[in-house]
């Protein structure tokens, strides 16, 4: 059984498109998973404006809190990649029109209450994970919370039908349970606890259950281990690295590659030296799974105009480093594509299974804030962090009113290890910029913003959106990807 994450409409109208797989290795129905589905994010993104709109209505009706207007951090949000929303001026007009003040949107994947929802083990635990969201502070420093604002149950009565998990499948009818999608690298990038706990009980009589965690071992993985199994009490029996060798060339640093923009042609050209030089980026990432008590498998993702003779260099990379390596086609052959991993997976299981070791955490649940960033930025290979002022000013305030037990999030690039997505491979000598550091209460964890990490993505110069229509006979949508 897969618990995935669901797709946001963001990406899917922008660069990426959607998030359902291609080919034999696609969930289905795959235009309803990337579009709308059974309107999950259209709840989150209800509920998150909601608390918005009762902050500026508190604000409007006179303050009886004594909110501090500028410390205030709760924006709004929308399922759509719009640079222009990123700073905005709310209130503008005649006196009954608000409060004029500078907000912000963000993408809904990003909102605290998508990932309040992904981390609920039930209704109750949800509806007291809105409450704790903490939105600014009131003149006298004190925090003011969803729960102050009275807007907690209201929040909890449309996320009600939201906390089911979806049930979809692969083209091969393998169940998949769809469900909550918060961002990879400025969230927790991992489906939801309930979905996961819904398939333990339906494999209860054996079986596998194939989970996800975005944006590889040093985001994903982490978060995956550090907050979401301190929440379910389970433990994964194995790590699959998906390796390409065309990223392997990415990060062997002798290509210029350009978001929005297609890989450079002369990546295209066999060349297992350039896979060569991209490795030591493979070996921090099996080196993160390795010291999280985990077996590590590298899957190699074979696109067809992959050259063989770049995918024995994974293979000879993979050995040379003891790790187990399987090449997979899921997406020109299915499932009979994956058998190789699935063995390779069933093995790395049971040999778990019969000597289990414990799985290891980043950090100590007991360890202040800071020491926990500084623990995850030696994952990445850092020298030390370097905060910012005001960041090292809140991290002090969140620390002193009780937050510190709070698990951590180090928003960065998906591109390095580092906070610069210039350096490729796995660099050293370079320490972690934090140069922002927010509390998001409800989900239960601190998060440290490095680099710039815009929380709206823009649209590139040719949006997927220009290509996608419907058969006005038919209803099929096209273009859809």
Not at 338 to 363: H, I, M, N, Q, T
Request: with cysteine.
């Amino acid at each position: 059984m897969l618990t995935l994450r669901q797709s946001a409409m963001g990406p899917t109208f922008g660069i990426k498109g959607g998030a359902g797989g291609a080919g034999g290795a696609r969930i289905h129905p795959a235009d309803r998973m990337n579009l709308h589905l059974t309107g999950d994010f259209h709840a989150v993104t209800a509920a998150h404006n909601l608390l918005a709109a009762l902050i500026d209505n508190h604000l409007h009706q006179g303050n009886a809190l004594r909110i501090d207007e500028r410390s205030l951090t709760w924006p709004r949000v929308l399922d759509v990649n719009d640079r222009a929303l990123r700073h905005i001026v709310t209130g503008l007009g005649s006196r009954v029109d608000g409060v004029t003040r500078q907000s912000s949107f963000d993408i809904t994947p990003a909102s605290e209450v998508m990932v309040i929802l992904s981390l609920a083990t039930s209704l109750a635990d949800l509806r007291e994970r809105l409450g704790r969201i903490v939105v600014g502070r009131d003149l006298d420093g004190g925090w003011v919370t969803a729960e102050d604002l009275g807007a907690a149950g209201a929040m909890a009565a449309i996320l009600r039908d939201a906390l089911a998990p979806n049930l979809l499948r692969t083209g091969e009818g393998v169940p998949a349970l769809i469900h909550t999608g918060p961002f990879g690298n400025i969230a927790t990038g991992c489906s939801s606890v309930i979905a996961d706990l819904v398939a333990a009980r339906g494999m209860a009589g054996g079986g596998y259950i194939v989970t996800e965690a975005g944006f590889g071992s040093d985001m994903g993985l982490e978060r995956f281990v550090d907050l979401k199994c301190a929440v379910t009490g389970m433990a994964p029996r194995a790590a699959v690295l998906v390796a390409t060798a065309r990223a392997l060339k990415a990060h062997s640093g002798r290509y210029r590659l350009t978001s929005g923009k297609e890989l450079p042609e002369e990546m295209a050209a066999e060349s297992p030296d350039d896979v060569r030089a991209g490795a030591p980026n493979l070996l921090a990432h099996l080196r993160i799974v390795r010291s999280m008590g985990l077996a590590p498998i590298i899957a190699i993702h074979v696109f067809p105009t992959d050259h063989p003779s770049e995918i024995e260099e994974i293979r000879r990379i993979a050995a040379e480093a003891g790790a187990t390596a399987a090449a997979v086609r899921p997406v020109t052959e299915g499932g009979e594509g994956c058998l190789e991993l699935a063995d390779a997976v069933a093995a790395a299981c049971e040999k778990a299974e019969a000597s289990p070791a414990p799985l290891a955490p980043v950090y100590d649940p007991d360890d202040d804030l800071r020491a926990k960033i500084d623990k995850v930025a030696a994952l990445y290979g850092a020298d030390g962090v370097d905060y910012a002022r005001p960041a090292a000013r809140l991290l002090d305030d969140y620390q002193g009113a009780g937050y510190g037990g709070l698990a951590v999030v180090v928003a960065k690039t998906p591109l390095s290890l580092s906070a610069d997505p210039a350096l490729t491979g796995a660099p050293t000598g370079w320490r972690l910029p934090v140069r922002e550091a927010r509390l998001a209460a409800g989900a239960g964890y601190v998060y440290a913003l490095t680099g710039a990490i815009p929380t709206m993505p823009g649209l590139p110069e040719s949006p997927a959106a220009e290509r996608i229509d419907v058969d006005t006979a038919t209803g099929e949508i096209l273009g859809l990807r």
